[in-house]
Nanobody
Framework: QVQLVESGGALVQPGGSLRLSCTAS????????IGWFRQAPGKKREAVAC???????EYTAAAKGRFAISRDNAKKTAYLQMSSLSPEDTAIYYC?????????????????????WGQGTQVTVSS
């Protein structure tokens, strides 16, 4: 059973930094992509950054050059390092994988390519 557990969300001041973690279980972590997504109240879920099984990184406009995605296959964990945070970054952040169901396959950093999701972690940027 594929499981993803996010952690690291917190209340942070504008301009601050935060690192989110996504720990996976139930599948061969190093064979599949991981994506980070976020959803603000009243808005659609949007992609932030993705990393393929080969370690290739993809960022969307939401990352704005301030975020960095990485993965540690030995720990079955992916990370999202966020810096220069602003109130507009306030959202629930989710990680996802294309490992399951089997009809999902990562070709681009978009919600539709990922089938298994974590429960999310809240990031609030406020003074």
């Amino acid at each position: 059973q594929v499981q993803l557990v996010e952690s690291g969300g917190a209340l942070v001041q504008p301009g601050g930094s935060l690192r989110l973690s996504c720990t996976a279980s139930g599948y061969s972590f190093d064979y599949y992509a991981i994506g980070w997504f976020r959803q603000a109240p009243g808005k659609k879920r949007e992609a932030v950054a993705c990393i393929g099984a080969n370690g290739a990184e993809e960022y969307t406009a939401a990352a704005k050059g301030r975020f960095a995605i990485s993965r540690d296959n030995a720990k079955k964990t992916a990370y999202l390092q966020m810096s220069s945070l602003s109130p507009e970054d306030t959202a629930i952040y989710y990680c996802a994988t294309d490992a399951w169901p089997t009809n999902y396959y990562y070709t681009a950093c978009v919600v539709e390519d990922f089938g298994s999701w974590g429960q999310g972690t809240q990031v609030t940027v406020s003074s």
